[in-house]
């Protein structure tokens, strides 16, 4: 599983009405809330980069000291303090979780900037792209979670010469594969808008977003190599800085390049654009002037076989999940079109709202992919048995406050998007649907994560697949063909169930992870 990262182009439902309103087909929203919420989150954004970055500072000067113009550095051992294990869990989670839920409000914020327009050819052409963004997307993330899930473990072993040739190998075959990819995309632009659905009213619009969203692939690419590589040396809070900069950027330039200037769908590509690149500039000064193991130099661009069926094994299927969270959106609103376009924008508001408890369980999730990999790597088994255990209980424990929370005020928050009284009650069942079994889906979220961590590749596979994928879909016909409409409804809920048992199940097979010593 991956990160879901900031960007995503505008949603086709979320159309701009007169008088400056988000509008669904017979729905309104009142977007003054969102401009005050923008504006406050942006500037208490600016403010927390602003600690973070006096933190780090004073982190990194307590970590060495000079010796005329020599600086000592701390052992190896010193990159995670393990004696206060949780702790260190939390302090690699907890910036995770924050730039994920920067990503719900980035989301929200380039809706309303492009539903401004009130042009809705061009909020069409900018959603056609999003499976553009989610394949580059997808292509980061070979490289940046395989590649961290070996770096951890290199760590683990102390091998740092090791780690310096797996980190430049990623960040060159990640550049070289954003060129060549930007040369396809640009090569076939018109036959793959074509597929991507654009009509001759949406065309110029889609092909201006998609030319500089091409023109920009490696800089995407990039972007997600280092938030990852720089996390496993610890540097948690940095990737976090470097992610909400590149945010806070885009967010200040989608209004002026979009209405501003005038540049419409070309204007937000070039504003994600340029997000992207001075968060790449932020890393790579990162790398050389606070990194004592990752590397960027030409000269250490070579990996092993072994190595290189790591980094892809557990890459190909960190990137497998983003797909497949795409096509179970596409299957579910298949099977909820014959209902109605009203159930099928229920249940997109419904996703956005679950999102809040989703991204929360990623983020914890996530954040002990370094920690994971290191221990595994340096065989402290014990460590890792102890760790596992505390994250297992954690994330159930929060899961089912989080369930709670948002099933008991799910019409109320449903209420917040829409006024209709039969598309509120429509979408608090669907919300409730999708978090009662939150608990189950943060057990196959750590258990993916764990796996990747630590180079399993074919439990990380068949986990990759299964939530969001083969379980998913199976569920979905069994459900349907029992319950009819309440059955597409039930079929995650189901998904979960199964798939936190096949986790546990794999989980007692690799016993190795947490077998002791």
């Keep these: 599983m991956q990160r879901p990262h900031r960007k995503a182009p505008a949603r086709a439902f979320c159309c701009s009405g007169p008088g400056g309103k988000f509008q669904l087909p017979g729905q309104r929203f009142q977007t003054g809330w969102v401009t005050n919420f923008l504006h406050e989150f942006t500037s208490f954004l600016l403010f927390h980069c602003a600690i973070c970055l006096c933190h780090v500072s004073q982190t990194n000067a307590s970590k060495t000291f000079i010796i005329g113009t020599k600086v000592e550095e701390k052992p190896m051992d010193s990159i995670f303090d393990l004696d206060h294990l949780y702790r260190t869990y939390f302090k690699m989670a907890l910036p995770s979780v924050f730039g994920l839920m920067v990503s719900v409000v980035y989301n929200l914020a380039d809706t309303f900037f492009i539903a401004q327009s009130n042009d809705t050819a061009l909020i069409a052409g900018v959603s056609l792209c999003a499976p553009v963004f ?75 977003y998609y030319t500089v969203l091409a023109i920009g692939a490696p800089a995407t690419v990039l972007n997600f190599i280092h938030s990852n590589l720089v996390r496993c040396e610890g540097m948690a809070t940095q990737s976090m800085i470097g992610s909400i900069g590149g945010t806070v950027i885009n967010i200040i330039l989608d209004p002026i390049l979009i209405t501003t200037v005038g540049w419409g769908a070309r204007g937000a590509a070039i504003a994600t654009i340029v997000g992207y690149l001075c968060s790449d500039l932020y890393f790579l000064w990162l790398l050389h002037k606070k990194s004592r193991c990752l590397s960027v130099k030409l000269s250490q661009c070579h990996v092993t076989g072994r190595e290189l069926q790591q980094i892809l094994g557990v890459g190909v299927t960190a990137a497998l999940s983003n797909l497949m969270q795409s096509l179970t959106v596409i299957v579910m609103n298949q099977f909820l079109l014959p209902y109605g376009n009203d159930k099928i924008a229920a249940m997109g508001i419904a996703s956005k709202v679950s999102m809040i408890a989703q991204l929360v369980l990623v983020g914890f999730s996530f954040g002990g992919i370094p920690l994971f990999g290191y221990l595994y790597g340096a065989k402290k088994r014990d ?97 349907v063909h029992l319950f009819q409409y309440q059955g597409v409804l039930m079929a995650q809920a189901v998904a979960d169930i199964l798939s936190a048992a096949l986790a546990l199940g794999l989980l007692a097979a690799n016993h190795d992870i947490i077998a002791k010593q």
């Design 134 to 208: 989610t394949a580059l997307m997808a292509f980061g993330n070979i490289y940046g979670q395989g590649g961290s899930s070996l770096i951890s473990r290199l760590l683990g072993q102390d091998d740092r010469e090791g780690t310096g040739r797996v980190s430049s190998f990623c960040f060159y075959v990640a550049l070289t594969t954003g060129v060549v990819l930007a040369a396809l995309m640009m090569l076939f632009r018109v036959p793959l808008l074509g597929i991507l659905g654009a009509t001759a009213e949406t065309m110029p619009h889609a092909q201006a």
């Design 383 to 479: 460590v890792m048995r102890k760790l596992i255990r505390f994250c297992l209980t954690f994330l159930v424990s929060i899961a089912v406050v989080l369930s709670l929370i948002l099933c008991l005020n799910s019409g109320a928050l449903m209420r917040l998007f829409v006024q209709d009284a039969g598309m509120i009650a429509t979408g608090a069942q669907m919300l409730r649907w999708q978090v009662c079994t939150a608990a189950f889906g943060g057990v196959v979220l750590l258990l993916t994560v764990l796996f990747q961590a630590t180079g399993k590749i074919i439990p990380s596979f068949l986990l990759s697949i299964s939530r969001q994928g083969v379980v998913f879909l199976l569920a979905l016909v069994v459900c």
